[in-house]
């Protein structure tokens, strides 16, 4: 296993001289009347101080809502094991040295013109019958987790999902409550400034994917957010070089890529696991009233049941 290189608090007080030290010890000392919270280092406070835009109350609020719902939605946050959970490994078809992959989800190495970092996911894998919506989004938060605890802070980041291959069979396996929650954490708990949300190569159906997640998606992510039926228009917002080949761009293959990105992951089960233990609330210990997922997300029976013909 290769250890991992967490980015330190130093690093970050060069990259940002808007980061006050004074900051990071007021949110110290509230840290200490939240018994409930798992302990966290300098470097991940100055995170979430850095994506609240360096407004301590909000970045109170991101903090708790972070690790509440990391605790709450097991089926995004738990078992994140590339080598010995067989449904993550099934999710991936990725058997480090397999070329073989159903999804391509990654942290490119090349940025937007105005320097944001880019997160692209892409369904190689067309069959529905083999698509299980919370793999897809355990395996993105994975990458997007261990990306910013050994990267820290970075100045914005773009969402891109290339829809090419889902058809009605994908929709009907994406339901209300698993949207409800991505967008929650996405929009509340996410320690990063998204800067945009991208969705290429729509079709009629992306439409009705669409109509499912706009109760959830607040204001101001849906002023960030577009719809592309060719890259023509993406080329607006994002130089296509800095895309796969598969995609236009320059960036290297796909297979390529991916393979690279699970290595890294499976490399770092150990941490995964460390994070699994250490990072969580512990919910007998908040100061007001246990909070549980029916708090955050409601009822699951609360959601109409989408009918496809």
Not at 32 to 48: D, G, I, V, Y
Not at 92 to 100: C, G, Q, R
Not at 272 to 279: G, L
Not at 283 to 304: C, Q, Y
Request: charged share 25%; with cysteine; aromatic share 10%.
């Amino acid at each position: 296993m290769a250890s991992i290189k967490l980015i330190s608090f130093e690093e970050e007080l060069k990259k940002n001289p808007e980061l006050k030290e004074s900051d990071i010890q007021t949110l110290r000392e509230w840290c200490k009347k939240q018994p409930h919270l798992p302990k966290m280092s300098n470097s991940e406070l100055a995170l979430f101080l850095y994506s609240n835009y360096y407004q301590l109350e909000p970045t109170k609020t991101t903090i708790d809502t972070f690790f509440t719902v990391r605790t709450h939605v097991p089926e995004f946050f738990c078992n994140r094991d590339l080598i010995n959970n067989k449904e993550l490994k099934k999710a991936t078809k990725t058997v480090i040295n397999d070329l073989i992959i159903d999804r391509a989800i990654q942290i490119l190495e090349g940025t937007t013109r105005e320097g944001h970092k880019i997160i692209y996911g892409k369904l190689i894998d067309s069959e529905p019958s083999h698509f299980v919506y919370s793999d897809a989004l355990k395996l993105l938060f994975m990458i997007i987790d261990l990306w910013l605890y050994t990267e820290g802070t970075y100045n914005g980041h773009i969402l891109i999902i290339d829809t090419k291959n889902i058809s009605l069979g994908h929709v009907a396996r994406i339901s209300p409550m698993s949207l409800k929650k991505f967008f929650y954490y996405l929009q509340e708990g996410l320690p990063v400034r998204l800067k945009g949300f991208h969705v290429t190569n729509t079709s009629p159906v992306v439409d009705i994917i669409f109509n499912m997640m706009k109760p959830f998606m607040k204001k101001q992510l849906m002023d960030m957010f577009y719809m592309h039926t060719t890259n023509d228009t993406l080329e607006k917002f994002v130089p296509l070089e800095v895309l796969p080949n598969e995609v236009s761009g320059h960036a290297g293959s796909m297979q390529k890529l991916y393979k690279k990105q699970m290595k890294k992951l499976a490399d770092h089960v150990a941490w995964f696991q460390e994070d699994e233990v250490n990072h969580r609330v512990n919910e007998s210990l908040r100061p007001s009233k246990a909070k549980t997922a029916t708090d955050l997300f409601g009822i699951e029976g609360s959601f109409k049941k989408l009918e496809i013909d």
